[in-house]
């Protein structure tokens, strides 16, 4: 099981309604996730590996995992990408 973590030392964050902000420390470049990318990113505690986030996703949404999978990874990626997360 590789776990997702978040790189808390690299960003802030705030909930606005059904929003969260996130804001990159180093640069103050802000991004707002909505939606499945809210849910997403409030599903990921530092416990859970790709696997348990989607079975979250997909149970939070009444979706087939196998559908948002691909969704899922490209999250994932971008996540990595801005160094908001790690995974392992």
Do not use: C, P
């Not at 990159?24 to 849910?39: K, N, P, Q, V």
């Not at 599903?43 to 949404?61: K, W």
């Not at 948002?68 to 995974?87: C, P, T």
């Amino acid at each position: 099981m590789t776990q997702i973590v978040k790189n808390h030392e690299l960003f802030t964050e705030a909930a606005i309604d059904d929003e969260i902000v996130v804001m990159r420390i180093d640069t103050g470049e802000f991004y707002e996730l909505s939606g499945t990318a809210a849910a997403t990113w409030r599903l990921i505690d530092d416990s859970r590996d790709r696997s348990a986030l989607v079975q979250a996703l997909a149970q939070e949404f009444a979706a087939d995992e196998a559908s948002i999978v691909a969704d899922v990874d490209d999250f994932l990626r971008q996540l990595q990408e801005m160094g908001f997360v790690s995974m392992g």
